[in-house]
């Protein structure tokens, strides 16, 4: 299953990846988990990275799709893989595109979650993640077993440094000038799969699931 996961930051989907990585046993690629891990051991790369992060702004195409060509290339993409995050640009697609063919490959699907403005602000700010497994809460509509505390770490909870209401409306804006064009390129080739985001986690990943299994 070769997937891709497209949606304003906010929508739900890292939360949906986690489980569907899980059930097609795949590995979950998501640039923004890839540089975040850089910023964390001090990289060049993540020192470039945070730049833009920071602003709300992309990084740009090169560093990016350098970084996702060779991971496609690993062991663990033979069954297939689940970007998340990627691509963000029409450029970024096309040089996705160029690579997948050159490897005899092509996408199964590209899931586009969707929620509006206003709740994915709400669930960006309320965001807290897990630095040691990654895992990801909400302070209201996915809380923690115990409040500050990762369920399977014990350790604390972090929001992130653009989880701020400034930079998630940039962040928002961006997508829609950026990354929104995608889905009609994605269309156009018959690929994209409509979800409505604001529904629960459970009912959105079964949404899915039934989707991909038809
Ligand atoms: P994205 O990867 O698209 O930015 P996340 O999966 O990190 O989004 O979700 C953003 C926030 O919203 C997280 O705090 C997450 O726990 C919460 N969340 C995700 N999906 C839902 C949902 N369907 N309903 C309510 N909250 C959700
Ligand atoms: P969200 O889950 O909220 O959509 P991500 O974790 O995917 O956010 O991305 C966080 C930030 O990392 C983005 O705002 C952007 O600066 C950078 N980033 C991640 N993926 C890409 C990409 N494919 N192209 C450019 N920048 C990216």
Not at 66 to 90: A, E, M, W
Request: aromatic letters at 6%; a negative charge.
């Amino acid at each position: 299953m070769r997937l891709v996961l497209l949606g304003p930051p906010g929508a739900g989907k890292g939360t949906q990846a986690s489980a569907i990585v899980k059930k097609y046993n795949i590995p979950h690629i998501s640039t923004g988990d890839i540089f975040r891990a850089n910023i964390k051991e001090g990289t060049e790369l993540g020192k470039k990275a945070k730049e833009y992060m920071d602003k709300g702004l992309l990084v740009p195409d090169e560093l990016v799709v350098s970084i996702v060509k060779d991971r496609l290339t690993k062991d663990d993409c033979t069954n297939g893989f689940l970007l998340d995050g990627f691509p963000r640009t029409v450029n970024q697609a096309e040089a996705l595109d160029t690579e997948l063919s050159s490897m005899g490959l092509k996408l199964n699907k590209v899931i586009n979650i969707d929620a509006d403005s206003k709740i994915l602000i709400e669930r960006a700010i309320g965001r807290r993640i897990c630095k040691e497994c990654g895992a990801t809460y909400h302070i209201k509509f996915n809380p923690p077993k115990v409040e500050g505390k990762c369920d399977k770490e014990n350790s604390p909870l972090f929001q992130r440094d653009d989880d701020v209401e400034e930079t998630v409306a940039t962040r928002i804006n961006v997508y829609f000038e950026q990354t929104q064009p995608l889905i009609d390129y994605y269309q156009q080739k018959g690929l994209i799969l409509n979800i409505d985001g604001t529904k629960p986690i459970d009912d959105i990943f079964n949404t899915i699931v039934e989707a991909l299994e038809k």
